[in-house]
């Protein structure tokens, strides 16, 4: 294995890993920043390119461990980092000590049921929405250009590993990839405040696109005009709306109820 | 209409109000604040006792046109503050100008579904959790008294106006308090990774009280012992847990279906 340990801030490769907490730095090196101890083994144990594995000091025996238990065919090299030079990589303020940089290449959407993010911009959602679609068994996301990027360090962590899971696709128009799933028989489901009531739905197939729009201002017209189905859950109380977060799970658990 | 203009921020009614941003503050004055255009609307819809409404100066009207569409048999005194003053006030760093102080004196708990939150201790959690529950049709919440404060800044922007409506409930021991409604014939249904297939459950009734657990260590012991039913969603994907107020909501919702 190889293994180098790196002291100085200055130094090219550390230059570059701190740029990676940027969508520009992220852009010109194709590459990602997997943090924590557990985003890290997800991210070895997922089949995605490793490019480097990054150990504060403190914590060799861990990254050893989790290299270890991920039993990849071929050892990523290893870099050692002395606490400060580790602290200036992470993003996060208390860093757990172990990292992995990535190939900035999200697994390709497959499958038949999928979510489509209309303008998402919350990270947070974003990445809670991405773990929720994991658990509930969908099989990916479509995400418009204009949402939060997924893999800036806040919907990472939001997403506890489920980035590495979940099927992903970045269409330059939401709209005419709806289209064409369309015409490959999938429902395309709206979900907006003015639709019709969900647990009434009727001719929703196998193959199902959930759209979920923006926080303020809910799934846009175009996106509205493709869909097969326009929905709502019921507000039973004196709410307006819910996050957009809850909705999604809501509805993603719900239609794969008979899953059991 | 008794209006006043403030313009010191060493004047006693500021530094009371200041106070309320924090626990001691909200104890000592009996009151919270509800800053925002739309809280301070529906404070004042609500029935909640009023003790004033705070208004920066540009926001006079918005303030005035609130307090017409509320129609309350009697006005409360409105203060007049410059912009540095409503500032200091508020906890937002960009108030929108209206806020109103509030009786500490929540919604009493009374029907048929609640929610129990059990060690709940992120804001944003508690106060998303308290929205669904009024848009799923559940009337209140029983808090165990290490919870996030429900009158904390961030727990009320995060319920959107829903603290107004949902009942609430604090007693010193959760688990006591759930014994008393099993006597009084409620399920109480714990949500937990380790129990049985949610979907399959069997024996709930109409009264229903669904327990949701800390963020990283769930449903304490003492209320699992309690719990008619120990239940979980489906971990279909990798995906080990939900977040903890998206699976409240799923499990809400899918409580309230038959509602349609």
């Known amino acids: 294995m190889k293994m180098e340990r790196i002291t100085s801030l200055k130094n090219p490769r550390i230059l570059a890993w701190k740029s990676l907490k940027e969508p520009r730095g992220r852009k010109a090196h194709r590459a990602f920043l997997a943090e924590g101890k557990r985003m890290a083994e997800e991210a070895l144990r997922s089949g995605f390119p490793v490019r480097a594995l ?4 403190d914590c060799l025996k861990d990254g050893m461990d989790a290299l270890a238990a991920a039993n990849l065919p071929e050892q990523p090299p290893v870099f050692l980092l002395p606490e400060h030079v580790f602290s200036a990589v992470c993003d996060t303020k ?6 992995a940089v990535l190939d900035l290449q999200p697994k390709p959407l497959s499958g038949n049921r999928f979510l489509a993010l209309d303008g998402l911009q919350d990270p947070g959602n974003v990445g ?11 099989d ?3 995400l418009s ?18 980035i590495f899971r979940v099927g992903l696709s970045f269409p330059e128009s939401l709209p005419e990839r709806l289209e064409a799933l369309k015409r490959e028989g999938f429902s395309v489901l709206s979900s907006q405040l003015d639709g019709e009531p969900f647990y009434a739905r009727q001719g929703v197939g196998e193959k199902v696109v959930l759209v979920i729009g923006n926080e303020g201002s809910g799934v ?3 996106v509205r005009a493709v869909a097969t189905h326009r929905l ?10 819910l996050n957009a ?5 809501i509805m993603m658990y719900e239609l794969t109820r008979e899953d059991g």
Not at 54 to 57: D, K, S, Y
Not at 128 to 138: N, V
Request: aromatic share 4%; proline share 8%.
């Open 232 to 241: 709502r859950l019921p507000m039973r109380g004196g709410a307006e709306s």
């Open 245 to 249: 977060a809850i909705a999604a799970g």
């Open 94 to 99: 208390t860093p757990q000590g172990v990292a």
């Open 128 to 138: 809670t929405i991405l773990r929720t679609a994991d658990a509930a068994g969908f």
């Open 220 to 222: 846009s017209g175009p």
């Open 54 to 57: 990054l150990l504060r000091e």
């Open 140 to 142: 990916g996301a479509i």
């Open 145 to 162: 250009p204009d949402c939060a990027d997924v893999f800036s360090p806040k919907v990472l962590r939001a997403t506890m590993g489920s």
